[in-house]
């Protein structure tokens, strides 16, 4: 049955598990999924609950459930690290939001403009609710056998709640650490001693490898994306429909190109340089989206004006967009202007970066040669 625990304000739930009798259990703030990367890899739910000697973690998908249990004997530190998903989030759907309601303003078919303003409302409640709940983080459980990620404590402000009941529930199992512990030294035997958070570092660092990555995802992404450069200055030279779609091609191959490669880069020797131009394009992909869908919406209405009540098709659309020439206006060879000098501009970058990463790592594992690159006699 359950009732309200006074001492840590929660929920508590009274269990019987594997037979063994009856345990209680407090749920802890926080829901949140698996994630892998930027994708959560599956559809699972993860929380927490509080029981009498430990924390048990369970994680959900709808038919079955795991459990991880953390003894607060054997929990040696707790990690959280800020992380910049939020603000990413948050950039995400100001954008959509500036789109919807940049079509509502201009499309002039009434419910069209209905449904943008909608559209626009629900990106706002969903970028107020971001903002709301705060910073995002991720957060590790360390004891002396495994270390986890606990999932549902994916926002600051949910983790340090967590994290400050938790801490009453540790010290009473381990004893509070006294000044003269903290301040001994490294030969001195402490009884119940609580590891540091140099020593849980250390082991960190020795658990996680950085792997090799000759960077081939990031050289075809960069060559594809040079290409679309040469491409669209042509076509702000010469324009032609084989041109646009040529080059709408080689767009949505370098887009994924890019993904891919921001995804092989996690926990890889790729350097910092690099990194952060293939960042870059991501920003330039999103920046031309926009630009291209403030197109559509200033060319299309106008184009269904000329057409005196013909419905068009989707075809119809994508063959106008094609058709848009850099002569047509200032604002069409602005576009094709900066998405040609862009994507010339990381692709060359990037394609020279990665051969100097790749020069490098083949100068470091050749036999035949010292660190100075002189031949060993």
Same mark, same amino acid.
């Given at each position: 049955?359950?009732?309200? *625990? ?67 004997? *054997? ?137 090799? *990555? ?145 020069? *490098? ?17």
């Amino acid at each position: 049955m359950d009732n309200w *625990d006074p001492l840590f304000s929660l929920e508590a739930v009274n269990t019987i598990m594997d037979g063994k009798g009856e345990t209680r259990y407090k749920r802890l703030p926080g829901k949140g999924p698996r994630r892998r990367w930027f994708i959560a890899a599956s559809l699972s739910g993860c929380s927490l609950y509080l029981g009498d000697d430990h924390v048990l973690a369970v994680e959900s998908n709808g038919f079955s459930e795991d459990y991880k249990r953390f003894y607060f004997s *054997d929990i040696q530190a707790i990690f959280t690290r800020r992380t910049r998903r939020g603000t990413t989030w948050s950039i995400v759907l100001a954008l959509m939001m500036a789109c919807s309601l940049l079509s509502a303003l201009l499309l002039e078919v009434e419910s069209f403009r209905i449904f943008f303003w909608i559209l626009s409302g629900a990106f706002l409640a969903c970028l107020l609710g971001n903002a709301f709940r705060g910073p995002t983080c991720i957060c590790h459980i360390l004891t002396a056998v495994q270390e986890d990620q606990l999932p549902s404590l994916n926002r600051l402000r949910v983790a340090r709640k967590v994290i400050g009941t938790l801490r009453v529930a540790i010290e009473r199992a381990q004893g509070i650490l006294r000044p003269e512990e903290v301040h001994a030294g490294p030969t001195e035997v402490i009884a119940n001693h609580v590891p540091s958070l140099r020593g849980v570092r250390r082991y960190r660092g020795r658990e996680r490898q950085i792997r090799h *990555d000759d960077g081939t995802l990031h050289v075809i992404a960069f060559a594809l994306m040079l290409g679309d450069g040469i491409v669209t200055g042509i076509g702000l030279l010469y324009h032609t429909v084989t041109i646009s779609a040529v080059s709408s091609l080689l767009t949505a191959l370098y887009c994924i190109g890019i993904v891919a490669a921001l995804v092989k880069q996690y926990g890889s020797d790729i350097p910092a340089a690099v990194r952060r131009i293939t960042w870059a394009s991501i920003g330039f992909i999103c920046v031309s989206y926009f630009l291209s869908y403030t197109l559509g919406v200033l060319t299309i209405p106008r184009l269904m004006k000329h057409r005196h009540g013909i419905v068009m098709t989707q075809w119809d659309m994508l063959r106008a967009m094609f058709d848009l020439s850099p002569q047509d206006s200032l604002l069409v060879m602005g576009v094709y202007a900066f998405a040609a000098t862009c994507s010339l501009g990381l692709g060359a970058l990037g394609l020279v970066r990665v051969k100097k990463h790749r020069d *490098d790592w083949a100068s470091a594992s050749r036999p035949g040669q010292n660190s100075g690159g002189e031949a060993r006699g």
